[in-house]
């Protein structure tokens, strides 16, 4: 009579062998690569957007300390450096004749600092805040976003690739200098539309989380008569 312990092992390793013959599945990458719930806070690149929008209030209403703000929050963040490949060529479809070459880039802290005490009109308590900012400096800075400066010609459009992790927050956000209005159109690599921003505006921010880690193009237009100088920037 056989010993069911041994024929239980026996079947143990008959299910084993099995299931290692099995084939692997590989990842479904058919669809939108973007996760339904793609929540989560914004990171540095939120951040940086936000304050270039403060900015840029702060200016248009003369508020020294809208602006004094967005220079702290902008020399919070340790933005990097980075060379992207980049493929520029005239738009589809549409002519544009530029009739200028606009500012050469965003505001940076520096930019907004200066701005600040500007707006300040020497008011010994405003400027004495400014003062201890820019001594504060970049203490306690965040990383996290990297940043590179793209000169578009106005009737142009740049197109980038990037890479994105699966299941992680992905951010992207384009910070023009305010000479032309631009869109944005981010899509996987299937051809799905992620994002898509047409207005009137060269401040545009993407977020979302990819279902799997892949590849996605970014696509920016000059849609004015002007060059705009702006930043892409990336988590």
């Known amino acids: 009579m056989p010993n069911i312990k041994n024929i239980k092992l026996i079947t143990l390793a008959a299910a084993i062998s099995a299931g290692l013959a099995l084939p692997v599945c590989a990842e479904d990458k058919s669809g939108v690569n973007a996760a339904e719930m793609a929540g989560g806070d914004g990171g540095a690149v939120a951040q940086l957007s936000m304050a270039q929008d403060l900015y840029r209030y702060g200016v248009a209403n003369s508020d020294a300390l809208a602006v004094l703000a967005a220079a702290r929050i902008t020399g919070a ?52 805040l400014i003062g201890d900012a820019m ?82 193009t970014i696509i920016v237009k000059n849609m004015g008569r002007i060059r705009n100088s702006y930043y892409i920037l990336t988590n």
Do not use: Q
């Open 135 to 216: 001594a504060e400096g970049a203490r306690g800075r965040i990383g996290g976003a990297s940043r590179t400066l793209s000169r578009l010609r106005a009737g142009h459009t740049d197109i980038f690739r990037e890479g994105f992790y699966g299941g992680r927050l992905a951010e992207i956000a384009i910070l023009g200098d305010g000479d032309a209005d631009l869109d944005l159109l981010v899509a996987d690599e299937n051809g799905n539309t992620i994002c898509l921003d047409r207005s009137y505006s060269d401040r545009l921010y993407c977020s979302f989380t990819p279902a799997w880690t892949g590849n996605f």
């Open 77 to 128: 963040v340790d933005a990097e450096d980075v060379e992207r490949e980049v493929e520029t060529m005239p738009t589809e479809g549409v002519e544009i004749t530029e009739e200028g070459e606009g500012t050469d880039s965003p505001a940076t802290a520096e930019m907004m600092y200066e701005k600040a005490l500007e707006l300040a009109g020497g008011d010994p308590a405003i400027t004495g």
